[in-house]
């Protein structure tokens, strides 16, 4: 899968995306701390018969980090929405995992972007999330994010490992690691997750049943971020969704289970 090398600027922030195959649009929202090659294993599958398009969210990837950006829940939705219209694409096939599922469906339910149908892994969606770790961060961000190289990058392995349910190799590892060290990459990864902030899912989770197209939702069985009883929980509440659990999976399927994301995504979008 080609890197987002293209570059859209929306009020002074690089959002980088890119886009590959052809056929009808499908659209790919990665969460935290991930970027958009956590799909380096989904979209070239789905590229056959779709214009795959995909982007690192602002503040993740490549796209622009700065100082005192905000980079909460609370604006990626406008950023989905506004590249869902710098793509001129109307009712579009979304798959969108973690923090990009809660952006997808405020980006439904807050922008009025409307989907054909919605594919959530394991997405943040419903009270309570945010890991002791995230609570910790979120009262000594400055103190994380200026600890030495060699203790960020402990950190950095260990939490994206604990995303998967088997072990990531360093060559694994690395890509999803590169955006979050340097003296940029390190204090923009400790800004996102001291901006997590539940009140974001709050906002909309009383209004899941206003939901207006089809939703699956996809959960590793062994997802150890949230639970699967969460996606359960998330099922109920939406109209018109069902809910597979995947085996051997945890929280980064992508890597962990990537054949079950491309065949129920085969599946659920040819109707």
């Not at 009025?112 to 594919?119: A, I, K, P, V």
Request: with cysteine; net charge negative; hydrophobic share 40%.
């Amino acid at each position: 899968m080609a890197l987002p090398t293209e570059t859209f600027d929306w009020n002074g922030t690089k959002i980088a995306w890119g886009s590959i195959g052809s056929g009808a649009p499908l659209v790919l929202v990665h969460g935290t701390p991930f970027s958009s090659h956590v799909w380096h294993r989904i979209a070239p599958a789905l590229a056959r018969n779709h214009t795959v398009y995909f982007y690192d969210l602002p503040g993740y990837g490549r796209s622009g980090k700065h100082p005192g950006q905000d980079v909460s829940l609370g604006i990626q939705n406008t950023a989905l929405a506004v590249m869902l219209d710098f793509w001129r694409l109307g009712r579009t096939k979304v798959i969108a995992h973690d923090f990009g599922g809660a952006t997808a469906l405020r980006a439904h339910l807050i922008d009025g972007c409307d989907y054909e149908r919605l594919l959530l892994i394991d997405p943040v969606a419903v009270r309570p999330w945010g890991s002791p770790f995230v609570q910790h961060v979120r009262q000594h961000e400055t103190a994380f994010a200026g600890a030495p190289e060699y203790i960020h990058a402990a950190i950095l392995k260990a939490y994206i490992s604990g995303a998967a349910a088997r072990p990531l190799s360093d060559d694994e590892l690395e890509p999803y690691v590169a955006p979050w060290v340097g003296p940029v990459g390190q204090p923009a990864f400790y800004r996102q997750i001291a901006q997590m902030d539940q009140r974001f899912t709050d906002e909309i989770e009383g209004r899941y049943g206003e939901f207006r197209c089809p939703v699956t939702l996809l959960w590793g069985e062994e997802d150890r971020w949230i639970p699967a009883e969460r996606g359960q929980k998330l099922a109920a509440l939406l109209p018109d969704c069902s809910l597979d659990l995947i085996p051997r999976s945890g929280h980064l399927m992508q890597e962990d289970a990537p054949e079950a994301i491309v065949s129920a995504a085969l599946r659920f979008f040819a109707g």
